[in-house]
């Protein structure tokens, strides 16, 4: 579904990371986790292009190029197999519920309106809001808010859903409405990159925990292995920290 080659990006003078792989199969879920500033927000931004990454190649699906001759109608093409969820829902707060998650439809998707605007019903329906269409993102929580942001992600139909720490800006009674909906959406198949410290929904839900370090992956493996028997010193030190706080 997803596969990754040599991957690099840097800013100025700063290398963020110059060689990742990573490969997903349709419908697997892999937890990203690493300390701060190890390049994992880059990464999922690099991957559909919110960051222009500089050298390596990207295939989703069909879609397949080298990043140092990519065209913009590949740039275009790739937006539309992904969807991004960001830590702060990034909602215009000029527009309804609903008009937030037909949007993307309408302008990156291409849909026409009367469409957009049923898909839009549909998902409001899903994430468990119909009764909120009409409600704009400052009348609603941040529980519901980010609830939108997924369902704007989920409108889409894209072969992969990208979240950067979709809960860690919320109020912690909003959080697990959140990770409820999410986990919804992996009980559907969807295949998802997430970037959390959510370890006890990375153990209930992720096929596949990275660890990343300085800008590389330094160890990955199912949560059960991973939690439990981590191999290198940089992956246990950080997870002993994590894990103390956020026990699972
Ligand atoms: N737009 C930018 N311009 C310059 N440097 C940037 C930019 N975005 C990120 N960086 C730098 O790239 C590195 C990786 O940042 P990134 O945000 O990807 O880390 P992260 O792992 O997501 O951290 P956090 O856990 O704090 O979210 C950091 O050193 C950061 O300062
Ligand atoms: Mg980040």
Request: glycine fraction near 8%; hydrophobic fraction near 40%; charged fraction near 25%.
């Amino acid at each position: 579904m997803i596969d990754i080659r040599g991957l690099r990006k840097r800013f100025g003078e700063h290398t963020v990371f110059s060689g990742i792989d990573l490969t997903l199969a349709r419908g697997e879920i892999i937890v990203v986790v690493g300390p701060s500033g190890t390049g994992k927000s880059t990464l999922l931004r690099c991957i559909n292009f919110l960051e222009q990454p500089d050298g390596g190649q990207i295939r989703v699906g069909d879609l397949s190029f080298d990043i140092s001759r990519v065209t913009r109608e590949q740039i275009l093409a790739l937006r539309r197999r992904t969807a991004f969820v960001f830590q702060n829902y990034a909602l215009f707060y000029n527009k309804t519920a609903l008009e937030n998650i037909a949007e993307g439809l309408i302008v990156v998707d291409r849909q026409p309106k009367a469409r957009a605007y049923a898909r839009a019903r549909e998902i409001l329906e899903r994430i468990g809001l119909a009764d909120k269409a009409d409600a704009y993102p400052a009348s609603l929580s941040g529980g519901q808010q980010q609830r939108i942001g997924i369902g704007r992600a989920m409108a889409r139909n894209a072969d992969v859903i990208l979240f950067d720490e979709p809960t860690s800006s919320l109020d912690p009674q909003w959080v697990e409405e959140v990770l409820g909906l999410m986990k919804q959406l992996a009980a559907d198949n969807q295949t998802m990159i997430v970037v959390t410290h959510e370890m006890q929904f990375a153990r209930d839900v992720a096929d596949r925990v990275i660890y990343m370090d300085g800008g590389e992956i330094v160890e990955q493996g199912p949560p059960s292995e991973l939690f439990t028997r981590p191999q290198d010193a940089r992956t246990q030190h950080f997870l002993r920290q994590v894990l103390a706080a956020n026990p699972v």
